[in-house]
Structures are given as structure tokens and as C-alpha cells.
């Protein structure tokens, strides 16, 4: 798939609880062809502490309206950067990058989508993605309480949600992998993305379950095109860049110690 | 239009923007976002005899205007290159130089010998000065007495310009310069990356899987361009500059202290069409300026 | 609150934090800004033997993340600051502890022997790294046979506590360190600037009057968090940590890389009271993480 | 004088012609004694290029209203985010800084003061300051052309303004220092402030006709109080810095070829 770089409109920055923001912006250019699963680079400024690209999945495309969103949780000087975006101000591009998440060949197949907090942010394209292509998603989506469960709302459009949090504010206390809907039903294929335990749970329940499994990786980067060779992770292949190989694996391809 | 054409050995470059090993792939990666033939050449990624899987992860700290990086030399070794990599980008209209690296003098030659008989690429950047691999380049690269003699050995072996990659983490850059000049090197390129280290504070350990690495990005230009201004008073063989260039105006810079081409690392990662812009940053300064070609350029400083 | 006491040889600091050399006067520029107390010391600048009138105008050029300078030890003499600095400044509460730099070793110790009959002067902190003066101390810090020479005569001089402050533009600033350690130095204070260059390109000429000059500021951390790693691993003598540091984060790096108390150098003229944070902020990591004592902290990483 | 270190809200910031503008500063705690031809240490942000603080003359000084006016000339990185900033942000300064202009004796003293550019900006506070202590200022005030021409009419409240642009767009055309009010009228004192080579054709002037004068230099600097080193002046007793000694100079002091 064809890279770009340019520069895109904020649309909407709206704030989500303290943490977290929901960023829409427009493409002034072509709208290229943009699979779930897959990221950005964005380019936030040129201070001091922020002089790389920042790596940000892309949460929902909307082709038809030329919209890309990212969900953003304020942790550093980039994306707070980010979060204080006025519409209209405009924010530099590479796009679209990665492999994204595999689509089943069969549409009956029960999907799980399984996200544990701002790490769900790629799922939400991907169950509308699926919905679209006449599959039935169904998300389940963890985190630490009421306040980092993002966008539950947005989900639901694409299918059913369950709901994880680990104080119990909302849906079912306690880890998303602990959730009484992996012991009630067995999905035929999970898709995860979330903190790197969380997704070696999930993975380590596909294992056992023998569910086929894909994670979507966070590594950190510099160039996002395979050139940097930073974002490397242990394959059965040996090291290869999460950038172009990835960020999505099915859980066969890595050395985890599921 | 400035004549951009400059010559390093028997090497002719259209214009004197190159781009920096390990910086720009095999420079397929960025064929989406510029035209290559644009610039000067390509300076594909680090090749060594046998496949190296490099360090692990983490291999990357963000640093003040700057990155460390702890690659390790990945690459699926000379053979590769040859058989599934060069058919690929042999015809691209710009020069392709292979940067050969190694840790024994044995596998540099034989490394250097493979790349020397591949006939569309003209030149070898010899890298003796990676930080990042044990036993590696750095070795060599930080004495004379070491830089003389791997200078030597492949100098034998191949016929193609010879550029020597330099390292910065030395007292006295120029004397490894001249030092590599008397074994028949054509040219230096300098400088690789300077010895860095990132801790995280709240996991106490270091950013990096091999505890240091090599900084480069804005940061190191002033370093850069006092050690490219040090050489090419000391050298008689053309310097090639490089460190945090980041726009025409850091390469004029380099230029002006002494570099007769220049190449764009880190840079390349944070906008990828940077080296075609330099290029015509470069062309622009010249005219604007009253310069014929960038040759008159080279080291025109009024003092100093 | 934690204990956050440190001893250098003789020297007691109320908390690991001095000011660096050059970068905070006499300590008087700052007392509208800070209570000085607040601080382990203060680390006034360089003084020589013989008063010097510094180098020409222009003496500094900002860079990315940085800046250099080229001041070139301009001061009044030691004299002169025995007769009209010492007495504004003996009362504060803090250690005051006199950088001495020199040309010769004569000159050094001269000037050192000066300083040691001052009863308020705790420590002398001995230059050998200044790359801005012709046959400055750069010269003996170089090598380590010039390091040792310089340290051995000013050691049998003085019997305050003497620290080193070493320069990083050398292969191996370990082997430095080790030598001077072997002469009786009781700490060394690592990085000096890493010299560099800058290039007005509108005037083709380089930017400072001396052609080069001493890089400093955040673009430098990377380089020095390296270098204080490698020397407290080949010391035993305590290590003084500086380069960049801008906050307490970036001390608490240096801490955990290895150094015993660290020196803030050009952020002061960013944040004039960023010494005083820095301290604060160390206080309230040790006491976020369990930590009894900053001493506790010294090289305190899981791995490396 | 004491100095402060302090956060300032921006009360206005009017774009002047193309390249200056005018920021009006408010300060939030004490309003410190400001003399005239003092200056500021700007905190501009910690963009990579604009790593030390920006030295800027003030233009004006209101203690009433606790006001402080910069005149900026958009040269840079760090000048161009100053012209960007708007009502209502902050802006870090050290305050005040250096020494200022001498002021007379004895009041029925013919005072010029001769500015170049946006170097005049100093003068106004000066201007003001004098008049407000009973003297009769005049303004002379050179540009390139008329656009380059600042706050002309804000002079005239404080004095007769004269004025010279290089393309002879507005007032006598040529340099300032051609103006032909100085072959006509013999000044008591002068003040300058602007471009090198202006400063030193007005000091060669002074000096000819044996008429006290003053300038206030411009040297590049990182800490602005006394503690770098590296914003001095060659003078008859040696380096010293400006942002301590001066910035303004009696041309006796200094060695300029006079």
C-alpha cells in the first residue's frame, strides 16, 4: 500500500474524563485506502522532548468523509501536545502504515474483539470494518475503572459489548481475561489489543482454548516505514521491525511464553 | 541552476546530498515520498559477511533534540544482499553505496570483496565505527594503529571508491583521518553515532537492551561540524559530513567547514522527503548567493 | 524526607546538588532568585592565577537543545578574588568551592595553594578540561600522563578536598579518570563541554571569535549519562555527574548511572532556580520510592 | 535593583505592518521599578530552537496600570512565537535587567534621542520617563521605509518627532544620521539605540561635535544577569558584559572607532 505524507485538519479535539482525547481530523488530499489495525506517524512539534514522530493507531477511518480518528491518552509531552489541538490547526502525516488485523474467510464466526483500556482504540475500526463485511463482532473491553473505559458507546454500534474493570465501577470486577464470557462462550477467533500483560493473558487463554489470536504491538519506534530497524520483536522468524511486519501478529508468529 | 556535480574518487555524484546508513533502508522504504534519483546517492544499511539478528529490544531512546539508537548491524548478511536485494535496487537512477561492517579484518575483506564486484555499485562506506556491537567497528575505528589496518586490508581487496566511516568518540578525530588516508582511503565520512545512554527513572534500568548507544539527530551537529572542520583541514581526500542535518541549512554548514557532500540521517525518520529538499535548499543558497557550483563552496569561510 | 547528605572526600553537602563552574557566578547573581542555602554548594568560576580578559565578542552561539560558548576564563585573578569576592561571599551558608584553571602547571598550583589558605573554601574543583584557551587545561586532560602530572603537583599543595573535572573529548574518559584517581584526587566531576562549532552561513564565518567552543545544555545528557556511567564502574572515588541537566529527572538519572552528587550547569540560566528544584524534586522521588537516603540511590540500577 | 522572575499575561499583541508587533504585558504580582532602557529575559517555550532565553528591550513601562510593552521585530524562531502568542497567555520574564540611561541634571538640557528601526523601542519609555520628569525630549527616529517606521505617533506624545526612511517613503529620505535637523540644531545630549552601524555613525557625530552621547548595545547573550560571560563589550576598562554593565554605554567607555 501506497505511504503518504500530509498534513491533516483537526476537525474536533473532545476531551474524554482527565485522561484521555478523541481526535478527528480531515485529509485535505486523497483519503488512501486504510485497513483496521493500521497507524499513523504523527509529527506533534518541534520542541526538545518531542523531536520523533509519534506512532498512534488509527481508531476509526471514515472514507467518505475523509475522517481519521485517534484516541489519545495524555502520558507524555507528545500527546499532551496533541490533546490541546484546536480545530482547524493542522497536524503532519504518515499514512497509512502496518499490516492491520486478518478478516476470517467464513462470515459465521464468532469474533471477540478484546481491548483493555486506550489500547481498544484500534478495535473499534476494525469491528465496524467486520460489521460492514457482514460479520457479527463483539467486544470485550477492560480497564482500570469507569474512567478508562473509552468510547463503550461508539462500540456498540458494531456489536455486543461486555465490560471489564478492575475496581468494579462498571461491568464485571476484575481483569478483562477474567471475565465470565470467555468461560460462557468460545470464540472462533480473538483479536486483542492492550497492555503487553494483558494481551499475553488473552493470549496464553487462546493457547489453551486453541483459539486463533491475533495482538496488535506497541514497540517503540522512530521511523514507522522499516527503515530504523527499532521496533523490533523476537519472532520465530528471528527479529523483524512491528512497523512493516506488524503491529499485528497472530500470537503462532511470536516467542512469547504462552 | 549551480552546478550541484561534485566527484568523491571515481565517484560522480549529481548532487552532494547522500543519505546516511542505516537511515533510509535500502531506499525502496521511502520510493512512496520522493523520487530517488533526486539525490546524490544512497548509503544502503550496514552489511556483514553473515546474517547478524542484531541486539534486542528496546533499541530506542528519544533524546533532547535527539535519538540513541542500539541496532546492533541487523541484516540478513552479503549473500542476501546480492541475491534478493541488489536485483531490486541496482537500476535505481542514483548512486547505491553499500556500507560493509564487520568485527574481524577477515570478514570486513571478504565482506568488502562480495560488495566489490557488484557492478552497479560504485563505492563501499566502511564502517569502523559502530558503537553498538561488541567487538565491532568501534574497535577498529578509536586508534589509528586499528583504523590503518582494516584500511589497509580492504583497500588490497577492492578497486571501487573507498570511503571510511569515522568515529566520533575519539580525542583526535583528525589523526584516524589521516591515518586511514595513507592506506589509499578516497574519502571519510563522519561522523557515526557519539557513545549515549537514556535510564528510565521509574523502572531504574537503562532505556536501552545494551545499557548505551549511539546519539545522533540535531543534537550532535555542533560536535559534527567542529570534527568535519578539524579533518578536512588535516586530510587531503574529500570529507563527507554528516550529524544532525536536519535542513539546506545545516548542510550548507557542513559545507562551508569543510564537507564536499553531505548525508541526512536521523532526519529522514521525521520527514522522509528531507534529502530531496536539501538538495534544492542547497541549489537555492548557491544561486542566491552567486556560487557557480557547489564545488566553490567547499570550506569558503571567510576566517577561521 | 529523606537523608539527603553526601560526602565528597572532606566535603560534606547538605544535598547532592552544586551549581556548575561558569554558570552561576559567584553565587551573589542568583541570591534575588534563590536562598542559597538551599543548595550542597556553589562551584564559582574559573579562576587563574593571573587575571584574564576572556576571549572575544561573540562568545556564544544557541544551538539545538544547547548552547556553546567560548568565554575563555575571563576573571578578575585569584588575587582579586581573595581581596574582593571571597569576603561578600564567605558568610553564605552553603559550600563555596573554587574552580582553578591554568596554563601551566606552575600556574595551577600557585593559584591552587592560593585558594587552599581560604578557611571557608572547602574544596577546590581543578579544571583540566577547558577547551576554549590556547594551552589551556584541556591540554593535560587529554591525555592521562598530562591529567596525572597536573594532579600530582597540585595534590601536594592542597589538602582540601580536590576534584577533577575532566573532559569528554577523549577515547576513554575512564583511563583519565583512574589516573587521576591514582594521584589523590578525592572526586572527579564529569562532563566539561564537548567541543563543537557553528557556522553563520548569511555571513560564511563561523559563529564565535575562536572558531570553536564548548557545547553544553540538554543535547549534551546522553553523552555525559554515559560517561558517568563507564567512570563510577572504573573509580572508586566518588563521581560528580553534569551535562544537560535541566530538572530533577534528569538527576535522578545521573544518580542512578552513578554519580554521588551532580552540578547544574547552563539551565541555571533558563530557570535561575532550577537548583533549588532539582533538589526538591530528588527529595520527593527517594520519598515516593522508599528510599531512605540519596546515598541509597548512587548506581542503584536493576541491570547494566 | 531586585530582580524577579515571574509569569506575565499577555494584555494585547497587535501585529504591526508585516514583520513587528506590539505585546502588551500584564504583570500578576509586584510591578517592580523599571528605568529606562532596562531590558527582559523572555522565556519563548522549549522548542529545540529556542533553547535560551530571548533578551528584548522594553519599549514601555506603566507601573499605574502594572504594564509592560514589548516591540518585537520577527526575525526568528523564538520572535516568531512571541508574535503568535495571544491575549489571556503567559509569558515567563526576568525583569528588570541591566542598567539604563542616564538622565540629566539640570532640565533645560536639548535631549535627542535617535532611533533606528525597531531599536527605537527603548526610547519611548525613555521619552516618556523624561518628560515626566520635567525635560523636553525630541525624537529622530530612521527606518528603512515607512512600514519599517514603529510607533511614530506614540513618540509624539512625549516629544517633537523627526523622522528619516532609506527609500524616502515617509520623512527626509536617506539615513538617519543624515537628517538634516543635525546640521541645525546642536543637541546637549544624545541617545541611541539601533543597528551597529547606525549607533556608530551617530557616535562618530557626538564625538565631532563634542556632544555627550549614549547607546545601548545589542550583543547576543544566554543569561542576562552577569553570570555566562558572553554578551561583552570591549570597553576601556576591559570585557565587561552589557546585561550587567549596560546595556547602555556612555561612548567614552567603549573602544569603537570614533
Redesign the interface.
Known amino acids: 500500500m ?4 500530509s498534513d491533516w485538519t483537526v476537525k474536533e479535539n473532545t476531551s474524554i474524563h482527565a485522561h484521555y482525547c478523541l481526535l478527528k481530523l480531515v485529509s485535505g488530499e486523497t483519503f488512501p485506502e486504510t485497513l483496521p489495525g493500521q497507524f499513523v506517524q504523527v ?1 506533534v ?5 518531542t ?3 509519534r506512532p498512534i493507531s488509527i481508531h476509526f477511518a471514515n472514507t467518505a468523509d475523509r475522517e481519521l480518528w485517534l484516541l489519545i491518552q495524555r502520558i507524555g509531552k507528545g500527546t499532551r501536545k496533541l490533546s490541546e489541538l484546536k480545530p482547524g490547526q493542522k497536524l503532519n502525516l ?1 499514512h497509512p502504515l502496518g499490516k492491520g488485523f486478518s478478516i476470517p474467510d467464513t462470515k459465521n464466526k464468532r469474533l471477540l474483539l478484546i481491548g483493555g483500556g486506550v489500547g481498544a482504540a484500534p478495535l473499534l475500526y476494525l469491528g465496524a470494518y467486520l460489521k460492514e463485511n457482514g460479520f457479527q463482532p463483539a467486544f470485550l473491553l477492560g480497564a482500570r475503572s469507569e474512567k478508562d473505559l473509552l468510547q463503550s458507546e461508539e462500540f456498540g454500534k458494531y456489536g455486543d459489548v461486555y465490560l471489564a474493570t478492575e475496581d468494579g465501577s462498571r461491568g464485571e470486577k476484575g481483569f478483562v481475561t477474567a471475565h465470565s464470557l470467555l468461560q460462557r462462550e468460545k470464540a472462533d477467533f480473538l483479536y486483542a489489543c492492550g497492555p503487553k500483560p494483558m494481551m499475553l493473558a488473552v493470549a496464553k487463554y487462546a493457547a489453551q482454548q486453541a483459539i486463533p489470536c491475533e495482538v496488535s504491538l506497541e ?16 519472532t520465530k522468524k ?2 523483524v521491525c512491528i512497523c512493516t511486519e506488524g503491529p499485528v501478529f497472530n500470537i503462532n508468529q511470536l516467542t512469547w511464553p504462552i | 541552476m549551480a552546478n550541484l556535480n561534485i566527484d568523491i574518487g571515481k565517484l560522480h555524484l549529481k548532487n552532494p546530498v547522500l543519505t546516511a546508513s542505516g537511515t533510509f533502508g535500502y531506499g525502496t522504504e521511502y520510493a512512496d515520498f520522493m523520487d530517488l534519483s533526486r539525490i546524490g546517492g544512497v548509503i544502503v544499511k550496514g552489511t556483514t559477511l553473515h546474517p547478524r539478528e542484531g541486539n534486542d529490544y528496546p533499541r530506542m531512546a528519544e533524546t533532547p533534540s535527539g535519538m540513541l539508537n542500539a541496532v546492533g548491524l541487523q541484516n540478513k548478511g552479503v549473500d542476501f544482499f546480492i541475491s534478493d536485494i541488489y536485483p531490486q535496487i541496482r537500476d535505481v537512477d542514483t548512486n547505491i553505496i553499500v556500507n560493509v561492517s564487520g568485527s574481524t579484518i577477515e570478514d570486513y575483506v571478504a565482506c568488502a570483496e562480495k560488495i566489490g564486484e557488484l557492478e552497479k555499485i560504485p563505492a563501499i562506506e566502511l564502517n569502523i565505527s559502530c558503537p553498538n556491537v561488541k567487538q565491532g567497528g568501534m574497535a577498529f575505528g578509536t586508534t589509528c594503529a586499528g583504523a590503518s589496518e582494516v584500511v589497509k586490508a580492504v583497500r588490497k581487496a577492492v578497486r571501487k571508491t573507498l570511503i571510511v566511516k569515522l568515529s566520533p568518540n575519539v580525542t583526535d578525530i583528525a589523526e584516524i583521518a589521516k591515518a586511514v588516508e595513507a592506506e589509499g582511503a578516497d574519502s571519510v565520512s563522519l561522523i557515526n553515532t557519539l557513545m549515549g545512554m537514556a535510564i528510565n527513572i521509574e523502572m531504574r534500568r537503562p532505556v536501552l537492551s545494551t545499557v548505551t548507544g549511539g546519539l545522533s539527530g540535531p543534537c550532535v551537529k555542533p560536535v559534527a561540524l567542529r570534527m568535519v572542520y578539524q579533518t578536512s583541514r588535516a586530510v587531503k581526500i574529500p570529507v563527507i559530513g554528516l550529524g544532525g542535518i536536519s535542513g539546506w541549512q545545516d548542510a550548507v554548514e557542513f559545507i562551508l567547514a569543510g564537507a564536499t557532500a553531505i548525508q541526512i540521517g536521523t532526519y529522514n525518520f521525521i520527514d522522509p522527503t528531507v534529502s530531496r529538499k536539501v538538495g534544492e535548499g542547497i541549489n537555492a543558497y548557491l544561486d542566491r548567493n552567486g556560487f557557480r557550483s557547489v564545488g566553490e563552496l567547499v570550506g569558503a569561510m571567510e576566517r577561521g
Open positions: 501506497k505511504k503518504y505524507i509529527r512539534d518541534d520542541s526538545s522532548a523531536f520523533l514522530r504518515i514497540n517503540s519506534m522512530a521511523c514507522g516505514i522499516g527503515a530504523c530497524l527499532c521496533c523490533v520483536e523476537k528471528g527479529n
